[in-house]
């Protein structure tokens, strides 16, 4: 799989590298394993070289709530080891998953002795805080429907699966998870699936979205 360009690990130069590589141990996780759990004490970054990792939190009641898929190239459990926090979210791998990992210790004596792996971080956390910000801007207003469209616009964008026949979105989510991420009911997110069905916006299948109207879909979004 190729590493993004824009991850922590594209961001970084050769010897950065070769610095996490020599600290770390190399691990893999098959489809389901468990990276850690929220409210976990573990101490390591995990930094993924292939494969897909679901981040899962939890609401008041209990229900889990998919808020990012990370891919090859991503760091992840990074602020829990450098403030000495429990773990703020469970980790899961969705696919076949191989990363590295170090002990906390370890990471936070590298950012403070090389700065350009700290560049690399911070660039990170302000890609992600502008993650978030958008992901509230779209889905926190507007119709249950929208929000919908705006979620498959995101993740139709990220997608590394094109064809001639559209964007297949596959991210492993149950279609409760994805209507948690999205702040609707599974009804409400049924419903909204099937009004592009109808409009041939797009085709779903067990496991896949496939969108072959993007542009259409991003109309509907706003």
Not at 14 to 28: F, G, N, Q, Y
Not at 188 to 197: D, G, H, N, P, V
Request: glycine share 8%.
């Amino acid at each position: 799989m190729e590493i993004g360009q824009d991850s922590f690990w594209g961001r970084l130069a050769p010897a950065e590298r070769e610095a996490l590589e020599v600290t770390s141990a190399r691990r893999r996780y098959a489809a389901g394993d468990y990276l850690c759990h929220e409210g976990d004490q573990s101490k390591h970054v995990i930094v993924v070289l292939s494969g897909h990792v679901q981040v899962i939190s939890h609401t008041t009641d209990d229900r889990e709530v998919v808020i990012a898929v990370r891919s090859a190239g991503d760091i992840v459990g990074e602020m829990a080891a450098l403030y000495d926090q429990p773990r703020s979210a469970t980790l899961q791998a969705l696919d076949q998953v191989e990363a590295i990992t170090l002990l906390s210790d370890r990471f936070t004596h590298l950012c403070q002795t090389r700065a350009k792996l700290t560049w690399a971080l911070l660039g990170v956390v302000h890609a992600r805080f502008g993650e978030l910000n958008r992901q509230r801007a779209e889905y926190g207003g507007g119709s249950a429907s929208r929000r919908v469209f705006a979620q498959l616009v995101q993740m139709a964008v990220q997608s590394e699966d094109r064809n001639g026949t559209g964007i297949v979105i596959k991210s492993g989510w149950t279609q409760q998870q994805l209507a948690d991420n999205a702040a609707t009911s599974r009804e409400s997110y049924a419903r909204a699936l099937r009004s592009l069905r109808e409009r041939g916006i797009i085709s779903t299948g067990r496991g896949w979205i496939r969108v072959h109207k993007l542009d259409e879909l991003r109309r509907l979004a706003h």
